[in-house]
């Protein structure tokens, strides 16, 4: 994570086959949107919901750019719980644990961190990438 320090950080756990996968398209728009002034958006691809994203990193880096134009980091396939989550979601969910506990409830949970490495606010995975705006410009401004 020290390669983003400095810049407000949207950290999500996303999935191919998931209904909500559309939000790609929001995100999408709010990484062309605010990238410039210093937003990155980091998508982490977890297969732990309804085993939902199947493909590996080069079937999921083609998914998103071919049908959503993703052009935001996307990592490599994770866990976010249990004993093999990975260590930037252990410490997120630590930081801002969700309204039914600290373990992450499915695909799309959005964290954002400030420009001074700090969680800021968790969201849920229905909460549409156009509604995190004003939460994002805060950061920005900060």
């Not at 995100?27 to 691809?45: K, M, N, R, S």
């Not at 998914?63 to 980091?73: I, K, Q, R």
Request: negative net charge.
């Amino acid at each position: 994570m020290d390669a983003y320090k400095g810049q407000v950080v949207l950290v999500v756990n996303t999935a191919s086959k998931c209904g909500l996968t559309p939000q790609y398209e929001g995100l999408q728009a709010l990484y062309d949107e605010y990238h410039d002034q210093g937003l990155v958006i980091l998508g982490f691809p977890c297969n732990q919901f309804g085993k939902q994203e199947p493909g590996d990193e080069t079937q999921i880096s083609e998914f998103c750019e071919l049908n959503y134009g993703v052009s935001f980091p996307m990592f490599g396939k994770i866990d976010v719980n249990g004993d093999d989550a990975h260590p930037v979601y252990k410490y997120l969910k630590d930081e801002l644990p969700g309204m039914l506990g600290k373990n992450i409830k499915w695909n799309f949970t959005k964290f954002l961190i400030g420009k001074d490495g700090q969680p800021l606010k968790r969201f849920s995975p229905t909460t549409k990438p156009a509604d995190l705006k004003t939460h994002i410009e805060k950061a920005l401004a900060a």
